[in-house]
């Protein structure tokens, strides 16, 4: 049976607690006895009142002194074995001399002998901390002892053997030692940590190679692993413990750089027996340890293993294939998964087996990168001709090899076979998942990476990407809406966007691309029924419908502005996809691509008035044509309006007019009678629904004119005309009317009265105008309670207008 804490330790604690029990029972007995005489003593030998002092110290733990006893007393105890260590390295190193050899001697045995032995003493008279200070003296000694000997016994020989003699020595001395004292936690850590060296100077002495040193590495951390596991005492365990961790990784750190610098198999031998050692180290250190420490052991003797088995099939290899060697010994180690193995090493050997694949991949790819990404430089230069290979439409280059896609291919078979057949001991469910997910992005980059590698034909590269997007769409339309759908959906957007990029070089290929991308999206969104595929498949459709009519404008041989007009024909697809269908969940992702396409041919006709117009006002009547549904006449009819008003505006400053009220006025009386007739039978309609559009049609034109005309006549007018309309809205509570008119009355004013302020401003001194906006912002902070007061006031009686 295992103890923990050990017998010795478990029995000293007993000790103490019953010391303590006992130690209590006598205080509780004396309070006892002393009640007990209280209470027969006549009534006129009671003591009154009872003190109140006393009770408290029979019933209450005894008064703490200000510093606690033990804690000074230690720190007394290590100043003063401090002290004596260094009076002894100063004896050692600067009154050695003045001594014959047999006084030295003399000296030093018997201050070691009487250091060693004065803990027993100690110990007996129950001073464990003194014992303690004094033993930790006695191993200093002991040192220095050692060191001495080779000075006067031994000067000739060599030292670095001296060295691994003596500190082994030291070893066996301070293990006897603690275990003869063994109340004393010291000398057994300490023997630990002196263990670390002789094996080491030993190796060093011989003139060992690199091998060698790790060997002694190793064969140290062996040693520390069975006294982590069966030592005496935590602290041996922990230190043990440290101590393993340190020199086991440095061993395994050069038995790796070892491998990895072998020319050959042969040469790399050595080094994978160095390193398998190490990994069997690990595993039986961790075989039955706690998870915290399983799992990183795990891990370590996982890709000790590896680097051992692949640093063997990769000697000798170019670096791309000897890559492929580490993946495939770091596939291997998923094997532990189904072997009976505690659970916190199956997790550590995954993790080792997952980083390994991960580096592997992580090397690999930027070779699918740049085939996915390389054909945006053809934005530079369109349609400068079909190259020959796709290498030549890439604009940028990497090494090209054909361990990449194997790499890639490996890793998303291994992927694929942990989805395919996942362990039942893992209930983690998500993990398979993810095993799918990564199994099909990179099954999809091994693909593109062999394209890239083989330098295919160019239109062979189209014809194998399209290939893969329809792949992906239709794999993405069957599938329920998981995560391996979102997956190969993401995938394939990211491919259709490569590949239309790639489409640029030739102007055949972009049509043929476009074309074959509208096709494979609608019929993808048409097949699909999943709730989150769907739409986005539909939306996929409309863009590269975009795409394709701004293409066929271009090879027609008409500017962006005539081009303008062809993308609005896909908007019309989309207002009449939307009023037949039936599904919301597609049709207003739908509509929302078409006012997108809308948006494009609104950018495209920019540069030229006239074609601005006209587009504005097509779309102007693609939205009416929206607005007819009920469930879009409110955003779509007011789209609407604002299209025609700005095509209006644009129509009039690209004929030159100068007096646009000639234009806007009566469309403005028209729209307001009809505004007003609708208000009359609907009073519950805005006032920006009935007016807004007959006020904004005459006002914002006259306006812009206003500020460009020299004269007093135009802005005279226009400031007269807002202030009445302004004063009618107050007047009949409406909001559009206030408004419009309002803010068309400040630009119109501010503009008249710009030049004077400039003027004032110029003709006041510099220091006014800060002095002026302070005192504004000292007057709306003294007053800002009222001022909030006021706008709240002003906001509730705007909300009530209508």
Known sequence: MRHVPPPAEELALLDRELAQLDARRAQLLNRRSWLLSVLHAPAAQQPFPVPAAPARQAFGPPARPAAPAHGTQNVLLVLGGLLLAVAAIAFTLFSWGEMGIAGRSAVLAAVTACAMAAPAVLLGRGLPSTAEAVAVLALVLTVLDAIALHEVAAPGTDGLAFTAVASAVLTVLWVLYGLLLGRLRTPLPAAVVAGQLPLVFTAWAAGASATGFGWALLVTAAADVLAARWGRGSGVRVTACVVAWLTGLIAMALGLGLSVSADGPLAAAAPAALLLGGAGVALFGVWRAPRELAVPGGFVAGSAAVAAVGGVLGAGLPWQWAVVAYLVCGAALAAVLRLPVPRPVVWGVTGASVAVVAAATLWASPVPAVVL??????????????????????????????????????????????????????????????????????????????????????????????????????????????????????????????????????????????????????????????????????????????????????????????????????????????????????????????????????????????????????????????????????????????????????????????????????????????????????????????????????????????????????????????????????????????????????????????????????????????????????????????????????????????
């Open 373 to 802: 990404l390389g054909p945006s430089s053809l934005t530079v230069d369109v349609w400068a001709g079909a190259p020959e290979g796709i290498r030549d439409a890439l604009g940028l280059s990497v090494p090209w090899s054909y361990a990449s896609p194997v790499v890639l291919a490996l890793a998303a078979g291994l992927a694929g076979a942990l989805y395919v057949r996942w362990p039942q001991a893992l209930r983690e469910k998500g993990g398979r998942t993810a095993a799918g997910v990564v199994a099909s992005v990179l099954g999809w980059c091994a693909a593109l990476a062999l394209l890239g590698v083989a330098d295919v034909p160019f239109p062979v590269a189209l014809g194998a990407e399209l290939l893969l997007v329809a792949a992906l769409l239709a794999f993405a339309a069957r599938r329920g809406a998981d995560a391996l759908a979102v997956t190969w959906l993401v995938c394939a957007m990211a491919g259709a966007m490569s590949v239309g990029l790639l489409g640029l070089a030739a102007e055949p290929a972009t049509h043929v691309v476009c074309a074959t991308l509208v096709v494979m999206f609608g019929a993808g969104a048409a097949r699909s029924r999943v709730p989150v595929v769907r739409p986005v498949l539909a939306c996929g459709c409309v863009l590269w419908a975009v795409a394709a009519a701004c293409a066929t404008g271009a090879s027609l041989g008409w500017s962006a502005p005539h081009a303008a007009p062809l993308v609005l024909v896909v908007t019309a697809a989309t207002v009449l996809f939307g009023a037949r269908s039936r599904v919301p969940v597609v049709s207003v992702p739908v509509e929302c691509a078409g006012a997108f396409a809308a948006l494009v041919a609104v950018c495209l006709s920019l540069t030229d008035a006239p074609f601005l117009a006209l587009v504005l006002g097509l779309s102007g009547v693609l939205a009416t044509a929206s607005a007819m549904r009920p469930e879009r006449r409110r955003v779509a009819g007011w789209t609407a309006a604002g299209l025609f008003v700005a095509a209006t505006w644009v129509r009039l400053a690209a004929s030159g007019v100068t007096d646009p009220e000639a234009y806007t006025l009566p469309v403005s009386v028209a729209a307001f009678v009809v505004g007003h007739l609708r208000r009359r039978r609907d009073p519950a309609v805005s006032s920006w629904v009935a007016y807004g559009p007959a006020l904004s049609m005459t006002l914002v034109p006259s306006l812009f004119v206003a500020w460009g005309d020299p004269h007093w006549l135009r802005p005279l007018l226009l400031g007269l005309s807002t202030l009445v309309i302004t004063l009618a809205g107050a007047r009949l509570r409406l909001q559009a009317p206030l408004v419009l008119g309002g803010s068309v009355l400040a630009l119109d004013g501010l503009h008249e009265l710009a030049p004077h302020v400039v003027q004032v401003f110029d003709a006041l001194p510099r220091w006014a105008p800060p002095a002026i906006a302070g005192l504004l912002l000292l007057g709306v902070g003294a007053t800002y309670e009222q001022r909030l007061r006021d706008a709240r006031r002003v906001r509730e009686s705007f909300g009530r207008m209508r």
